[in-house]
């Protein structure tokens, strides 16, 4: 991607706008401020030779994929000896995260507890950072976790479940909610 040619020259005026306020130079100041708006308004031209119609391309369609291919699916449920400590009001986070990497979910969906048990599918669509994405992960392992607060961050009390780990395009995962956070 790259920048328009007033989008480069703005960088300059800001850093002579900074200097100048460092020397208090309130007036010249106010002057670059004003030159750096009006950049900053102005639409960019165009990079093509004047004999040549501008000309682009339409954007293309993302290819169509299915969850199995670039993501995982499968079921959350809740253990017997746990469900009466779920309020239909407690918060499902169902997430995926590298087993052998960062503890950082590589994609997460949040819901309602009271959906449980909840089928769920999680694809690179939903990845946090478009560089980790459950497709360039060996294996995976899907975790399910109620909270009471809301809060993404685990607090003692809320409930969760771990998979077995599983590769990318996995189907028919299955999560049981039968832990307690200490």
């Known amino acids: 991607m790259e920048r328009?040619?007033?989008?480069?020259r703005l960088k300059p005026l800001c850093s002579a706008h900074t200097a100048?306020?460092?020397?208090?130079?309130?007036?010249?100041?106010?002057?670059?401020?004003?030159r750096a708006r009006a950049r900053l308004?102005?639409?960019?031209?165009?990079?093509?030779?004047?004999?040549?119609?501008a000309t682009v391309a339409p954007p293309k369609a993302p290819a169509p994929t299915s969850a199995a291919s670039?993501?995982?699916e499968g079921r959350v449920e809740i253990d017997a000896?746990?469900?009466?400590?779920?309020?239909?009001?407690?918060?499902l986070f169902i997430f995926a995260r590298d087993p052998e990497g960062?503890?950082?979910?590589?994609a997460v969906v949040r819901g309602s507890a009271s959906e449980l048990p909840k089928s769920f599918a999680l694809t690179d669509a939903m990845a946090m950072t478009p560089n980790?994405?459950?497709?360039?992960?060996?294996?995976?392992?899907v975790e399910a976790r109620t909270s009471k607060s809301g809060s993404a961050t685990p607090q003692s009390g809320d409930l969760r479940g771990v998979s077995a780990p599983v590769p990318p395009g996995a189907g028919k995962v299955r999560v049981v909610i039968d832990q307690v956070v200490p």
């Open 70 to 72: 670039s993501g995982v």
């Open 4 to 8: 328009s040619s007033s989008t480069k």
């Open 20 to 34: 100048r306020i460092r020397k208090r130079s309130i007036k010249y100041s106010q002057n670059s401020t004003l």
């Open 102 to 106: 960062s503890r950082m979910p590589l």
């Open 132 to 141: 980790n994405t459950i497709s360039r992960a060996r294996t995976v392992v």
């Open 81 to 91: 000896k746990l469900a009466s400590k779920v309020a239909p009001g407690d918060t």
């Open 41 to 53: 308004r102005r639409p960019s031209r165009p990079r093509t030779a004047a004999a040549e119609p």
